[in-house]
């Protein structure tokens, strides 16, 4: 946890207005490492290409050369992108003989999407 830094900033003529809150807010606030994760996950999520891939396995699992086909691209560049999302633990993998089929690693990757979905959506 970080402690309220007392220092003059250069926007505030005084250290601390509300100090009671500052405190308050400050126990709640997550640990650095949680905060850097949390940042890596929404960067996994900030590639239009990987999004697209999230958006077709939420309707079925895929193999690779389907989900290439879908978006008009290379096999490599989609291996690539689901190697990403693997590593996020963003999609899981079976193999089915020499056929790798792709999928949700659990439904709370579809929800959070939806959630940003509703939130673009009603915007417009």
């Not at 309220?4 to 640990?31: A, D, G, L, Q, R």
């Not at 650095?32 to 077709?56: N, Q």
Request: glycine share 4%; hydrophobic share 35%; proline share 1%.
């Amino acid at each position: 946890m970080t402690k309220i830094i007392e220092e003059e900033n250069e926007n505030c003529e005084v250290k601390v207005i509300h100090k009671s809150i500052v405190e308050k807010v400050e126990k709640t606030m997550p640990e650095e490492e949680v905060v850097y994760d949390l940042s890596d996950f929404f960067k996994i999520l900030g590639d239009t290409t990987r999004m697209k891939i999230l958006s077709a396995l939420f309707q079925e699992e895929m193999c690779v050369c389907d989900i290439a086909y879908l978006l008009k691209m290379t096999q490599s560049a989609i291996s690539h992108q689901l190697r990403v999302l693997k590593q996020g633990r963003f999609v899981k993998y079976r193999k089915e003989g020499k056929v790798v089929y792709y999928s949700l690693e659990d439904e709370h990757i579809k929800h959070i999407v939806e959630q940003g979905m509703t939130h673009i959506l009603e915007k417009r």
